[in-house]
T-cell receptor, first 118, second 111 residues
Framework: GAVVSQHPSRVICKSGTSVKIECRSLDFQATTMFWYRQFPKKSLMLMATSNEGSKATYEQGVEKDKFLINHASLTLSTLTVTSAHPEDSSFYIC??????????????FGPGTRLTVT | GDSVTQMEGPVTLSEEAFLTINCTYTATGYPSLFWYVQYPGEGLQLLLKATKADDKGSNKGFEATYRKETTSFHLEKGSVQVSDSAVYFCALRGTGNQFYFGTGTSLTVIP
């Protein structure tokens, strides 16, 4: 089946620094990837939709200058948290859409990245 | 707008007990419905899905039936095991192909 990986799985960074999280589709080409944020005991919140070769579409309330998304290839999307603050600490999950057939839009989720900002 | 409401947890059951986790949805059009499971420290894994009314999704002993008349997609398992301890998320994929997740229900199964 389709596999999505994320790197790193855990990262600790100091307040004010930037951290990059990678999301890769390992055995399929993903024209669209999604970035979610999961708060403790809460659901996943969609942050942005990443389309290969074009700018990401951000959900309302998500700071695009703080959460930079780049989808430079069909198998890689990156999320960079700039000038991180403790309130950015969270579990970030990406998913990738496998076009498959024209009418198939299955999403496959990565294992997530735990970000802790000290 | 589209949304999913699922029962709040946590749920604690003894091994071999019957499990039901309620999920209802609000959507325009005809969404596809999903249950995802998240084991401790891991990402989401698709557990089962149903793409149209009256479809039954099943996997690993879990079942859920897409009920359009009650806008529900309740998750059931006849006999839970300790290894089923996880957080379960109900989700829908709307007409715009965007996913909407419920808040998750934590299940703990004790021996």
């Amino acid at each position: 089946g389709a596999v999505v990986s994320q790197h790193p799985s855990r990262v600790i960074c100091k307040s004010g620094t930037s951290v990059k999280i990678e999301c890769r589709s390992l055995d399929f080409q993903a024209t669209t990837m999604f970035w979610y944020r999961q708060f403790p005991k809460k659901s996943l919140m969609l942050m942005a939709t990443s389309n290969e070769g074009s700018k990401a579409t951000y959900e309302q309330g998500v700071e695009k200058d703080k959460f930079l998304i780049n989808h430079a290839s069909l198998t890689l999307s990156t999320l960079t948290v700039t000038s991180a603050h403790p309130e950015d600490s969270s579990f970030y999950i990406c998913s990738a859409r496998d076009p498959g057939t024209v009418y198939s839009y299955e999403q496959y989720f990565g294992p997530g990245t735990r970000l802790t900002v000290t | 707008g589209d949304s999913v409401t699922q029962m709040e947890g946590p749920v604690t059951l003894s091994e071999e007990a019957f499990l039901t986790i309620n999920c209802t949805y609000t959507a325009t059009g005809y969404p596809s419905l999903f249950w995802y499971v998240q084991y401790p420290g891991e990402g989401l894994q698709l557990l089962l899905k149903a793409t149209k009314a009256d479809d039954k999704g099943s996997n690993k002993g879990f079942e859920a039936t897409y009920r359009k008349e009650t806008t529900s997609f309740h998750l059931e398992k006849g006999s839970v095991q300790v290894s089923d301890s996880a957080v379960y998320f109900c989700a829908l994929r709307g007409t715009g192909n965007q996913f909407y997740f419920g808040t998750g229900t934590s299940l703990t199964v004790i021996p």
